[in-house]
Every structure is written in structure tokens, then in C-alpha cells.
């Protein structure tokens, strides 16, 4: 149904799953659990800010009181905040059917993680591959279990730095944003073929919004920066709501393939309902994959130990 009109309304029931979303107090993150919530998930909203988390809580229940969530921290950019909430969540017996990498940073001034790693490239990539890895021996247990990848189309004709991967030599907040989402890209790409080799009833499946009116081209950029993005958003950006769709369509869909990638099915990509897209083909490059999966895995200290049934 990709690419005529799917919509949020036809997620099919999602009672007894388990959903874990990052980001999940604000922008696509927040719809997301909503819609979720709303079809019947279990939802975890791993979200930075408690606060915000339990208020984002609170809106989604008063409108769907038999809404089924848990709001717990996750900072994304600190690698202990990682495993800490990898850990509790396993302590208290949450087992995750689904995990969906949305939280992301978008072009702020330089910054580093607590580990030394440039913020966006933390953040949106290396947390994510860290909680993907330390969730995985539930995920691969989980019924119809799914890893969905955020990423933006700003990804196309971007790299990944390897001489610069920190940006402390020649920094830009658009050119180390687009590395970020180029990342996510090759990493998704390159867990559906590790998963396909292993036979592995995971499914590892990208989405990415288009232009969607969000809090994050206001939060990140600066200046000049700043003022273009919310004027982009008043004149062309989509509602957050249709934003998600391409996300919501890969977690919950039944006709999706591993490997497969969705975003908006309107023209250049920005706006619409999802249809299958296709990545930058330097991101389907093997040995950029290779590369990037062993300095992850050295970066963060983690593994992702995907096995046969």
C-alpha cells in the first residue's frame, strides 16, 4: 500500500508488542508513540529530558487513556547512559519487539561526547549502534522483531570522514549532520546483510521523513542557519504527523523486507506518504560498511553478536 495513500490509521493491531523509541518526547518521536501506543503497543519513550518524557506521557494518555507506556532516560550521546538504560530495561524484564533509532542532533556548534566523539556522530549514530547491539539478544527474541534506522535524505552525496571522523580538524554543523545520517544508512544496510547471511528472523529497515515541520531544524542550527530552516518549515515542510509515516510504516507494516528503505512519495522526496526509496549508492558500498562496523565496535566497546536461529 506504500506510495497510495498509507496512513497512520492503518497500522495494524499492536497488542502484546513492545516498541522502544528514542527521541520520544518531541517532533517524529512523539508521533510515533502515539501512534503506537494508540494501536495497542507497549511503548517505551527513551527520552534525555524525564520531564518532557513524563509530559509527552501524559498528552498521549489524556487522549488514549488505555495507552500502555514507560518513559525512561536515555542520553544517546553518553555511552554509560547507553548501557545503563540497556541494562534496566533488561533488569526489569522489558523485552522489546522493536527498537526504533529516531532521536537525533541536527548541525549544532561543535561539541563532544562525554567519550570524546564529535556530538552528532554520537548521538545519532554510535548511540544507536551501541543500544541496538546491547538490546539485541531480546530484540532477536521478539515477535516480528524489527531495528528501524532513522536517517534524513541529506544523507545523498555525503561520506564518512575517516581522516577527520571528529571534525576537529575542518568542522561544519551540515557537513558532520549529513555524516551522521549518511551512517545510519550504511549501518542499516550493512545489518540487513549480516542478518540475511545469518538467517536471522531480525529485520533491519530504514525510514526517513522528508522535509517535516520538527523541532529539530530549530533546536540545532544557529544564526543565518536557524532563520532559513524555520522559514523552509513554514513554506514546505510537512506536518510531523505524515513525517512519521515512513518510520511507523517500516515498524509496524507486514509486507516490509529487510533491507528496505521508506520515505515521503511525493516529488524529490519531501513530502508525501511512504513508498520504498532508494539510498545514496555510496552507502551501499560493502567496504565503507566494514569500516564503519569495526570502528563502531571499537568506538563504543560493543557488538552486535548476530547468530543463526
Keep these: 500500500m506504500t506510495g497510495t495513500g498509507w496512513t497512520a490509521a492503518d497500522i495494524p493491531d499492536l497488542t502484546d508488542r513492545t ?3 528514542t527521541g520520544a518526547n518531541s ?3 512523539l508521533v510515533t508513540a502515539r501512534q503506537l501506543a494508540r494501536h495497542g503497543a507497549r511503548v517505551v519513550l527513551a527520552v534525555r529530558d524525564e520531564g518532557r518524557g513524563r509530559q509527552a506521557a501524559a498528552d498521549i494518555t489524556a487522549a488514549h487513556p488505555e495507552a500502555s507506556l514507560e518513559v525512561r532516560r536515555l542520553n544517546l550521546a553518553d555511552l554509560e547512559s547507553v548501557s545503563a538504560f540497556a541494562t534496566a530495561l533488561q533488569a526489569d524484564g522489558v523485552r522489546p519487539d522493536v527498537l526504533i533509532n529516531n532521536a537525533g542532533v541536527m548541525a549544532p556548534p561543535r561539541a563532544v561526547s562525554p567519550q570524546g566523539h564529535e556530538l552528532q556522530f554520537a548521538t545519532n549514530h554510535l548511540g544507536h549502534f551501541a543500544l541496538t547491539g546491547l538490546l539485541w539478544d531480546s530484540l532477536r527474541r521478539g515477535t516480528d522483531p524489527r531495528v528501524v534506522t532513522v536517517t534524513s535524505d541529506l ?4 561520506r564518512i570522514h575517516t581522516d ?3 571534525g576537529a580538524r575542518s568542522y561544519s554543523g551540515w557537513k558532520y549532520y549529513r555524516q551522521s545520517k549518511f551512517a545510519n544508512v550504511v549501518f542499516a544496510l550493512e545489518l540487513d ?10 529485520r533491519s529497515l530504514l525510514a526517513h521523513p522528508g522535509f517535516a515541520a520538527t523541532n529539530l531544524q530549530s533546536s540545532g542550527p544557529t544564526g543565518l542557519l536557524r532563520l532559513l530552516t524555520t ?4 513554506l514546505v515542510a510537512q506536518d ?3 513525517g512519521a509515516e515512513p518510520q511507523l510504516y517500516a515498524a509496524t507494516a507486514p509486507d516490509v523486507h529487510s533491507g528496505q528503505f521508506f520515505g515521503p512519495g511525493g516529488r524529490r522526496e519531501m513530502r508525501g506518504h511512504p513508498t520504498v526509496v532508494r539510498p545514496d549508492p555510496a552507502a551501499e558500498d560493502p567496504d565503507t560498511a566494514r569500516w564503519l562496523w569495526q570502528r563502531s565496535e571499537e568506538l563504543t566497546g560493543v557488538s552486535i553478536p548476530i547468530t543463526t536461529p
Design 19 to 21: 516498541f522502544v523509541v
Design 27 to 29: 517532533g517524529l518521536g
Design 155 to 158: 544523507h545523498r552525496g555525503s
Design 164 to 166: 577527520d571522523l571528529n
Design 193 to 202: 546483510r549480516r542478518l540475511r547471511a545469518a538467517a536471522s528472523p531480525v
Design 231 to 234: 522559514l523552509g518549515r513554514r
Design 240 to 242: 510531523a504527523g505524515t
